[in-house]
């Protein structure tokens, strides 16, 4: 069962829930994009997510791709359509882990 | 704290708290804060503004749901309290919330500087009580403090009853000072006040909670052999719910040959205890022959006993039989509620029988019996795992009309039926519901839906079909 297991990587690995919910100092592109200078990658997450949805941008045909404005872009790796599968990989990229 | 006026909160909170030190004599103290903050004639004013209500206490015990073995204590001080007069109360009630925010010597020296500046206020055993409560919920490594208030209390005439031991009993386990609260309950048997049946029942469930078996048993012989207290049905019933929830059978039913032995007859309540055991553990072949010895010991199995075996079959893969005990429960006029009908439909769902567990659902509302959100999760998970999408989306719409909330594993389990599906808009949407109904913590919505994301990129990318 999926969540048990999950519940297990939390309790087991406190780190990897710290890496999504501690506040990070955020680089200057997703600085403008956020408004604010220190977020969590959950936080950042939904940020994105709500933007998404306030701006409909999600494509009317298929609804599981995302077409980019500026602004999207800006912190999406530039690119003028992502899927929403990739959603949050794309955001993981902009919190790198810290090395050790 | 609310119920003290704003004129008097601030000078607790404040200039009192920082000032009043313990080494400044009480009567300087008294000399100092008096003028300023105590007028004579303040009772009297400050009457009106008085809540009448029964003083509220909090860190205590009190707010626990009430059980058959709960005190009846709980109503003793605020049903004293009512009949006291309004002074006392007023006195009582201030010193409560000073309690709440300051140390027990602080709270003391109040009490003597209040004592001296009313001479009419004369402090109770409820009121020494307050002072117990506070020094035992404050961590403390030693009993020190709370002997210093029993002392406190013995030299102005109160000598410790059983609602003082009730009272120490109860904070200190609160806050987690079982091994003081067994220590003062062996002193206090020794001097003055065995502990009622309740107050004991309680330190022992609060035993097994925390501390391990030996410890429990360690006690409840201490107690026999030295103050002749003898465990009850309701400590046997703690003590075999213990055992059947660390998975101990064997222990357990050697407790009900010593239950039998000590004369007691065992209730409906310990087989329904007995009969959990079972049933966590997936044992429905001795689930059904606790159920046939109540039949033969001639108890009338209730409500509680049939939901068990119902669960407890449906859990061991025997939803047959659980069925047939959903019409023998209604025969003998129990109204199956909805944990029945969840347990029974948990099993269909087992089976792969989602569907099944579908028309149990019509057939549980039309018998006027409303599903909750357990009913739900559990049927949105079946559905979704015997790959019936369409019925779950429908389902699901339900839940979401309903407001009612989704339960983690059928979350998941939905999530990852949608993207499977490769309707991954879907499964945000979901995610949105979970979040804005509260249903999960943010953090836990979000990693399946990472970890679900994250686990279909990699088959899109092994070339499995979506």
């Known amino acids: 069962m999926l969540p048990q297991r999950m519940k297990q990587a939390i309790t087991d690995n406190p780190k990897k829930l710290a890496n999504l919910i501690d506040l990070v100092n955020l680089p200057s592109t997703l600085r403008e994009f956020v408004g604010q200078s220190q977020i969590s990658r959950l936080g950042c997450f939904m940020r994105v997510w709500s933007y998404i949805k306030t701006n409909n941008l999600q494509d009317p045909n298929n609804k599981n791709m995302v077409n980019c404005d500026e602004k999207l872009r800006s912190i999406l790796l530039g690119k003028r359509q992502v899927e929403l599968v990739e959603l949050p990989a794309l955001i993981k990229l902009h919190f790198p882990k810290e090395p050790k | ?466």
């Open chain 2, 1 to 466: 704290m609310g119920k003290v006026p704003p004129s008097l909160r601030s000078a607790i909170s404040t200039s009192l708290m920082k000032k009043q030190s313990s080494l400044v004599p009480a009567s300087l103290q008294s000399h100092l804060v008096n003028p300023i903050y105590f007028p004579r004639n303040t009772p009297r004013k400050l009457h009106p503004n008085v809540p009448r209500k029964p003083r509220r206490i909090p860190n205590r015990p009190f707010s626990n749901p009430p059980t058959s073995w709960m005190p009846r204590s709980s109503s003793i001080p605020s049903s004293s309290t009512t009949k006291a007069p309004l002074d006392l109360r007023f006195h009582n009630s201030l010193l409560q919330s000073f309690a709440s925010i300051s140390t027990v010597l602080d709270s003391i020296s109040f009490l003597r500087h209040m004592m001296m500046s009313h001479p009419s206020f004369s402090p109770d055993r409820s009121t020494y009580h307050i002072l117990l409560a506070q020094s035992c919920s404050a961590p403390d490594p030693t009993l020190a403090s709370v002997h210093q208030t029993l002392n406190l209390m013995l030299t102005n005439g109160f000598s410790p009853d059983k609602f003082t031991t009730d009272i120490a009993v109860r904070s200190l386990c609160l806050a987690d000072r079982m091994e003081h609260a067994v220590e003062l309950v062996k002193e206090l048997s020794s001097k003055s006040s065995k502990p009622d049946t309740y107050t004991y029942n309680f330190l022992v469930k609060h035993l097994c909670k925390s501390r391990d078996l030996s410890m429990v048993y360690g006690f409840v012989d201490d107690m026999r052999d030295s103050f002749d207290l003898k465990p009850d049905l309701v400590t046997y019933t703690i003590l075999i719910d213990n055992v059947c929830n660390t998975k101990n059978l064997r222990e357990a039913m050697r407790l009900v040959g010593v239950l039998n032995e000590e004369g007691f007859k065992p209730d409906c309540f310990v087989y329904n205890t007995i009969m959990k055991g079972y049933c966590v553990l997936s044992r429905g072949h001795e689930a059904i022959g606790v159920y046939n010895k109540m039949k033969e010991e001639g108890l009338e199995p209730d409500l509680i006993t049939y939901n068990t075996l119902i669960f407890g079959l449906s859990k061991s893969g025997r939803v047959k039989q659980a069925r047939k005990f959903l019409g023998i429960m209604t025969e003998k006029g129990h109204f199956p509620d909805a944990v029945t009908y969840t347990s029974l439909m948990n099993g269909m769902c087992r089976e792969g029988d989602a569907l099944g567990a579908l028309a149990l659902l019509g057939e549980m509302e039309a018998r006027g019996c409303s599903p909750n959100s357990c009913t739900y999760s559990t049927l949105l998970q079946g559905l979704c795992k015997s790959r019936l999408l369409e019925k779950a989306n429908e389902l699901y719409g339900v839940i979401k009309s309903e407001d009612l909330k989704l339960e983690t594993a059928a979350y998941a389990t939905f999530v990852r039926a949608l993207c499977r599906e490769g309707r991954v808009a879907e499964a945000y949407e979901v995610f949105d519901y979970a979040v804005e109904s509260k249903s999960l913590t943010d953090v836990t919505a979000y990693t399946t839906l990472e970890s679900t994301l994250k686990w279909l990129k990699k088959a899109k990318e092994q070339g499995h079909a979506i």
